[in-house]
C-alpha cells in the first residue's frame, strides 16, 4: 500500500515538474509564431506609418514575424478592444495613441476598462500636431484662421482621423480657446482624412505630424503652425499656434499595450525589442524630420505618462464641455 501511495506521488511529482518545464519552456520560446500588432486606424496615416517602420525591427530583435492589422473605427475602439479581448500570450498587440487617454473621458460606455484591460509594454514616441491646409487655401497664418473662423462661424470644417483622437480634440481646444465655432468632420483615419483635405472636402486638419509631414514637402499641404507651446525644430518657420492663441498644447504619442494578464517575461521581451526597433537608425532617420522624439519608455514609465494624460484631459474636456460628435 505504501509504495503504491510513493508510487502514485512520485507520478504526480514527474508529471508537475514536466508541465512546470514544458510551461517555462513554452515562455521561454517566445516567440514561436506570428505577431499581430493591431493599429485602430485605417491604412496612411501616422500611426499605421509608425507601426509599420517599427514593425520591421521588432522583426529582426524577435526573428519572428510582426504583422500589422488595420481595424480602423469607433474612434479606435474596434481595434483597441479587440486586443482587450485576445489572449494575454503577446502575440496581440495594439499601437495606442492619444485616444487612449481621451475615451474614458470622451466615451461613457467603452467595452474595455482602460485602466484594467492593459499591460503597459513602451512609450515609443511623442511629438507635435501640425494645423495644415490645401497649398491654395486663402488661409495663410492663425490669424487668418480666427479672423475667418469669427467672421464665419459654423462654416469652416476641420477633419481628424477619428472621434476622441488628437486631431478631433486639438481642434476643439482651438475652437475653446480662440472663441470660435468650427465643425469637426471625423474620419476612420488620417489617411481617408487627408485624402478629402486634398479634395477640397474639409478645410483643415490638425494632423499628426507622422500623417502630415510627406504632404507637406511635396507642397500639397500648408503648414499654419504647430500645436507645442514652443515653434518645432523640425518645422523651420512655422510658428506655435500658442502664439497667436495663448495656453494651446497638444501632443500627439504612439505605446505599445498587451492584454492584462500578459506574462511579464514577455512584455520585458517585446519591449526591448520594440526599443531597439525605435532607437535604430532607420526608424529614427523616419521621425525625426517628423518633429517626433524617440520615448523608447519601461512600461512603468508609459504608464506614468498615460495615466497624467488621463487626469489632464478629463479636466479640459469637463471644463470646455467638450462631447463627441
Not at 519572428?64 to 479587440?82: H, Y
Not at 504632404?215 to 500658442?242: H, M, N, Y
Request: a positive charge.
Amino acid at each position: 500500500m505504501h509504495n503504491q501511495i510513493r508510487s502514485s506521488l512520485v507520478k504526480i511529482g514527474t508529471a508537475l515538474l514536466v508541465g512546470t518545464c514544458s510551461m517555462h519552456a513554452a515562455l521561454a520560446e517566445f516567440p514561436d509564431k506570428p505577431i499581430r500588432l493591431v493599429v485602430p486606424f485605417a491604412p496612411g496615416g501616422g500611426t499605421d506609418l509608425i507601426a509599420r517602420t517599427l514593425s520591421v525591427g521588432m522583426q529582426k530583435a524577435l526573428a519572428q514575424s510582426v504583422i500589422v492589422d488595420n481595424k480602423p473605427g469607433g474612434g479606435t475602439i474596434i481595434g483597441t478592444d479587440a486586443v482587450a479581448k485576445s489572449a494575454p500570450d503577446g502575440y496581440n498587440l495594439v499601437m495606442a495613441t492619444f485616444a487612449h487617454a481621451i475615451n474614458p473621458s470622451m466615451q461613457p460606455k467603452l467595452p474595455f476598462d482602460t485602466n484594467k484591460s492593459f499591460t503597459p509594454v513602451t512609450l515609443v514616441a511623442k511629438g507635435p500636431n501640425i494645423l495644415v491646409v490645401r497649398a491654395d487655401s486663402p488661409l495663410k497664418s492663425v490669424k487668418d484662421l480666427v479672423a475667418a473662423a469669427k467672421s464665419n462661424p459654423g462654416k469652416l470644417t476641420y477633419a481628424s482621423q477619428g472621434n476622441g483622437t488628437s486631431a478631433h480634440l486639438a481642434g476643439e481646444m482651438f475652437a475653446n480657446l480662440a472663441k470660435v465655432d468650427m465643425v469637426h468632420v471625423p474620419y476612420r483615419g488620417a489617411g481617408p482624412a487627408l485624402t478629402d483635405l486634398m479634395g477640397g472636402q474639409v478645410d483643415m486638419i490638425f494632423g499628426t505630424a507622422a500623417a502630415v509631414s510627406a504632404f507637406l514637402e511635396s507642397g500639397k499641404l500648408r503648414a499654419l503652425g504647430v500645436t507645442s507651446p514652443q515653434a518645432s525644430p523640425a518645422f523651420k518657420g512655422v510658428p506655435a499656434i500658442a502664439d497667436t492663441v495663448p495656453g494651446y498644447q497638444v501632443e500627439s504619442w504612439y505605446g505599445i499595450y498587451a492584454p492584462a494578464g500578459t506574462p511579464p517575461n514577455v512584455v520585458a521581451k517585446i519591449g526591448a525589442a520594440a526599443a531597439a526597433s525605435a532607437r535604430s537608425a532607420e526608424f529614427v532617420k523616419k521621425i525625426e524630420p517628423e518633429g517626433l522624439a524617440v520615448i523608447a519608455s519601461t512600461p512603468a514609465e508609459f504608464d506614468a505618462y498615460v495615466k497624467a494624460e488621463e487626469q489632464r484631459w478629463k479636466k479640459i474636456i469637463k471644463e470646455n464641455n467638450i462631447k463627441p460628435d
